[in-house]
């Protein structure tokens, strides 16, 4: 019996187990290796790792919980999740099992892109959805942003501080914000209303957008806003709640609605955010946090084991 079962070895994953590991606790990593950035050739904002590419990230971590006897790594995807609070059983691709007494959820999310051929050829590469992870790089260089809803136009708005060219393409999406389009235009920001036909690109590097009508728009960078999805059918397996948007529904100390069960990373949000956030930082400090709340709720059953051994003794 594992202390914890963690299942994803991202960032959130990983720093969980480093903080287990450390606490001397006993925690399980399974690992289906599918990271949502593994197509991103850098990854950025984790202080002293700023620019490291995503794999060898996630291999200096896994290097550094070598060092830790109580942490065990499987690089086999969890298929099935069942139990209570002390006693949860996770079923794996070849028919094993293993039991923890503690759930973390580190399975992420899956980015599903628009229909618009090119653009997975490109994605994590030239085309981005973060703007505090690849907008730094945009400066300097012309930039388009895909889409017409509120969203689009917040992500132009941002992206309009960050580079000074920037185009926002709506693909023929009616835009939600007329005024506020007006108002970006006339700062400068330029503006393609046109069905998009493809993206022109050699080797993951966009040259440009080409539309239906046969213009063409030179471009560098493309930003937008993708649906997702769960990474897993975990947290509904488990019964977790959900927000509208899709991200699992977790308190101020990673908890789920389901005892026993903890969720950290983009899979995962609290009440008050208005999204989950995509930054490997933020997946890290949410898995730390929630170790050290699991191992403070072990010691608490800890304590009370020794108050009541100790009146039984009396």
Not at 283 to 290: E, F, K, N, P, T
Request: overall charge negative.
């Amino acid at each position: 019996m594992h202390d914890v079962i963690i299942i994803g070895g991202g960032p959130a994953g990983l720093s969980a187990a480093l903080t287990l590991g450390r606490s001397r606790r006993t925690a399980l990593v399974c690992d289906a290796g599918a990271g949502r950035n593994r197509s991103a050739p850098n990854s950025h904002g984790f202080l002293t790792r700023d620019g490291m590419p995503p794999d060898e990230l996630r291999t200096a971590g896994r290097k550094e919980l070598a060092g830790y006897d109580g942490v065990e790594l499987r690089d086999s995807m969890v298929l099935a999740a069942e139990g209570t609070a002390g006693a949860f059983t996770v079923g794996f691709q070849d028919g094993s099992e293993a039991q923890g007494r503690r759930l973390l959820l580190a399975t992420g999310m899956i980015d599903r892109l628009p229909d618009v051929p090119g653009l997975a050829e490109i994605w994590g590469v030239s085309a981005f959805n973060c703007t505090y992870c690849d907008g730094y790089e945009a400066g300097g260089r012309r930039v388009a942003v895909l889409g017409g809803d509120s969203g689009a136009l917040r992500l132009a708005v941002q992206m309009f501080r960050l580079c000074e060219d920037l185009v926002l393409c709506t693909g023929g999406a009616p835009i939600e914000d007329e005024e506020l389009l007006r108002l970006m235009v006339s700062q400068g920001m330029g503006l393609h209303e046109e069905p998009i036909d493809r993206l022109d690109e050699r080797g993951g590097r966009l040259r440009a957008v080409v539309f239906d009508d046969g213009d063409t728009l030179e471009c560098d960078a493309l930003f937008l806003r993708p649906f997702t999805r769960q990474g897993s059918r975990l947290p509904e397996m488990l019964g977790c709640t959900f927000f509208e948007d899709g991200s699992v529904v977790v308190n101020d100390f990673q908890q789920t609605s389901v005892q026993g069960v903890f969720a950290a990373g983009d899979l995962a949000r609290r009440e008050g955010l208005p999204f989950a956030a995509t930054q490997i930082v933020h997946a890290a400090s949410a898995g730390a946090l929630s170790a050290v709340v699991m191992d403070q709720e072990f010691l608490g059953a800890e304590m009370q084991h020794l108050k009541e051994a100790a009146i039984a003794r009396r």
